[in-house]
């Protein structure tokens, strides 16, 4: 018996931190079950490293951003990240 498995449509949206880079600004919330909510929990960053998952290296699990305002450094799950603003030029390594 032959069955037709054709295109398979995927609704789903990409989550936003697999295509993060060093240098990328973006908002980050304080918990990723408000993500996209009404809260005023967010502050905005700057990507600073990324480290991978355990499952998958080349998805980053943890994320370590600049607050753009304070300038604190923290280490933040990449899940509490909603969008990307504007990324920098690729030669932030370099800065």
Do not use: Y
Not at 36 to 53: K, P, R
């Amino acid at each position: 018996m032959s069955s037709d498995h054709g295109l398979a449509i995927h609704l789903e949206t990409r989550p936003v931190f697999l295509d993060l880079k060093p240098g990328d600004i973006v908002i980050v919330w304080d918990h990723p079950e408000i993500v996209g909510s009404d809260e005023t929990a967010w502050w905005m960053g700057q990507v600073i490293v990324l480290e991978g998952s355990a499952r998958n290296p080349k998805a980053p699990s943890l994320v370590q951003v600049a607050d753009v305002d304070t300038g604190v450094i923290r280490w933040v799950n990449a899940d509490c990240i909603e969008q990307i603003l504007m990324p920098f030029a690729s030669d932030f390594a370099h800065v």
